[in-house]
């Protein structure tokens, strides 16, 4: 079992960077494929990007992919999401989850196959 702690969310203007990292107890993070999702008032919890387990492989969702970066450091358990060029639409509680399992070069855009979940970070981008 894993617990994950999202931490770097607050309220930003539209336009800036903000980084989001996760950090997971216990010593096996590097079995875990890793994931961000989002959720926003009266919206289902979407997809916003995946990491496999050895870094090598990410995945983004169309509406962040060129603005949003994904990374991980297998020996401090943690995984980043670096949000550049943040737009009001970005506003939502951002969510990392964890999915056991996983081969070594995959990652998943599907929050079904996610089997832990931190407690989610809020990001409010204003205009």
């Known amino acids: 079992q894993v617990q994950l702690i999202e931490s770097g969310g607050g309220l930003v203007q539209a336009g800036v960077s903000l980084r989001l990292s996760c950090v997971a107890s216990?010593?096996?993070?590097?079995?875990?494929?890793m994931g961000w999702f989002r959720q926003a008032p009266g919206k289902e919890r979407e997809f916003v990007g995946a990491?496999?387990?050895?870094?090598?492989?990410?995945r983004y969702a169309d509406s962040v992919k060129g603005r949003f970066t994904m990374s991980r450091d297998n020996a401090a358990n943690t995984v980043y999401l670096q949000m550049n060029s943040l737009k009001p639409e970005d506003t939502a509680v951002y969510y990392c989850a964890a999915r056991s399992f996983a081969t070594y070069w995959s990652a998943s855009t599907s929050k079904d196959e996610y089997d832990y979940w931190g407690q989610g970070t809020q990001v409010t981008v204003s205009s």
């Open positions: 990491i496999s387990r050895n870094g090598d492989t990410t």
């Open positions: 216990g010593r096996t993070f590097s079995r875990y494929g």
